[in-house]
Structure formats: structure tokens, C-alpha cells
DNA sequence: ACTACATATCGATAAATACCGATATTTGCA
DNA sequence: TGCAAATATCGGTATTTATCGATATGTAGT
């Protein structure tokens, strides 16, 4: 990882929301219902339960998530009309890494 | 380490030469001339030296260490007319958990 | 093809951050 | 005491980020 990679998931990081939508990914099954049309997290959460949980609106966390999948934080999987995005666990140990 | 520590952390990491000076300071004898007045690294750096290696203005610089010190990333020592800053490994750390 | 829903993008404005020069403060030394 | 050096703070402007509503795009089902 470099300086540029590590500014911008530092970017990322740098809003109370964001955050917490890292925490809320660290264990979807505690933080969000079931899908209606997936059983399982694998591919993380859908974005629209992000979006409500956030209470922001739904450009906003739309936003979000795009950057912080460009940043690395986030990986998104697209499963019909929805977009489902859980935390790239490499990419953070690596930053945290970096950070040491 | 809660949210709100957390993010005031990563704001202060989201800019460049605030990442840099985390990482020159991980190695103070390799990035930095010996002190006049002290002869060890046991306390970190001198600002003015930080100041030099940065490229900018001593205004922004000393306003960079202060909050990166207000925030807990690194610990001030002051010696006679000089301050010595340090990284906060502690912290650190506990931020590189707090991620994963 | 049409409708409904999910998500992404756009454009605008408000708020926050970056950065500088100038000035104030602190400290050591002649 | 007075000067010089190191650092901190202040005030202002430029830039970036935050956030929204509106709109576009994409997908699934009727």
C-alpha cells in the first residue's frame, strides 16, 4: 500500500457514517434483516438497508459506497437489481498494516 | 475506541503530508538530521525539522502536529524552546483494531 | 412494452478543511 | 532587559467535501 491508497481509505474513514457502515459490515446478520430474495450475507448487505439504516438519503449513501468501493474499503456484487457491498478485509489489513 | 475517536483519527491521516509525517516519524534517525541540542530520538522530532521536510508553511505544519496531537496520534514533549513530536504507537494500535 | 423498484449520477448550495502571511507567545541567551 | 529563535494562534481566502433533490439508468416482473 502507498501514501495515495492509504489518504484516500483515510478519506473514507473520516465520517461518522462511513464508519459506521464499516462497523455495521463487520457482522451484517446482528445489524440488518434477511434480503427478501438472498438467505445469507456472503456478498454483504444491500445497499437500500444501508441506506435506511443511515437515516441519510439515498444519493448520499449511494455516494458513499461508490467511493468506498474505489477506495478498496468495500466490495460490491451485483445480484439482479441489487447491489449487495461487504468489506474487503484484505484491503483494511493491509491499511492497518501500513498504519503500524 | 469509539466512533467519534476513530474518525477525528482518520481526518487527520486524510491528507498527505500528515500520512508522511506519520511514516517519517516510525524511523526519526532515517528521516531526519540529529538535533542540535539533544543527541537522541527518545522523544520524537523537532517541529522545525518536520516543517523543513514538509514543504510548507511553519503555520500549517505546527497547526497539523497540534491536531494530530489533540487527536491522539502523537505525544508532544516540549524541551526548552523546542517541542518534540512523537508517534503515539498506543493509539495507533488501538486504531489498527479498531478496523479490523 | 410498461411499470415499479433499486441504484447511480448530476447540479446546486452549504459547510468544512487547507493553507498562507501576519502576529502573538514562549523561552533562552547576550 | 532586550533580542532572536521556535512554536502557536489568528484572520482571511481558496478549495474540497457534504448533502440534498431531481433525474437517469438498469433490471425484473406483469
Same mark, same amino acid.
Given at each position: 500500500? /502507498?501514501?495515495?491508497?492509504?489518504?484516500?481509505?483515510?478519506?473514507?474513514?473520516?465520517?461518522?457514517?462511513?464508519?459506521?457502515?464499516?462497523? &455495521? %459490515?463487520?457482522? #451484517?446478520? *446482528?445489524?440488518?434483516? #434477511?434480503?427478501?430474495?438472498? /438467505?445469507?450475507? /456472503? /456478498? $454483504?448487505?444491500?445497499?437500500?438497508? !444501508?441506506?435506511? *439504516?443511515?437515516? %441519510?438519503?439515498?444519493?448520499?449513501?449511494?455516494?458513499?459506497?461508490?467511493?468506498?468501493? *474505489?477506495?478498496?474499503? %468495500?466490495?460490491?456484487? *451485483?445480484? $439482479?437489481? &441489487?447491489?449487495?457491498?461487504?468489506?474487503?478485509?484484505? !484491503?483494511?489489513?493491509?491499511?492497518?498494516?501500513?498504519? %503500524?
Amino acid at each position: 500500500m /502507498d501514501v495515495k491508497e492509504a489518504v484516500e481509505i483515510s478519506k473514507c474513514l473520516s465520517n461518522q457514517t462511513r464508519m459506521q457502515i464499516m462497523e &455495521w %459490515l463487520r457482522e #451484517p446478520e *446482528k445489524n440488518f434483516p #434477511p434480503h427478501i430474495s438472498i /438467505d445469507h450475507f /456472503d /456478498d $454483504g448487505v444491500c445497499a437500500t438497508y !444501508i441506506h435506511e *439504516k443511515s437515516k %441519510l438519503s439515498q444519493s448520499t449513501v449511494s455516494n458513499y459506497l461508490t467511493n468506498m468501493e *474505489k477506495c478498496g474499503l %468495500l466490495v460490491m456484487t *451485483k445480484h $439482479g437489481k &441489487w447491489s449487495y457491498y461487504k468489506r474487503n478485509e484484505a !484491503i483494511i489489513t493491509d491499511f492497518a498494516k501500513y498504519l %503500524l
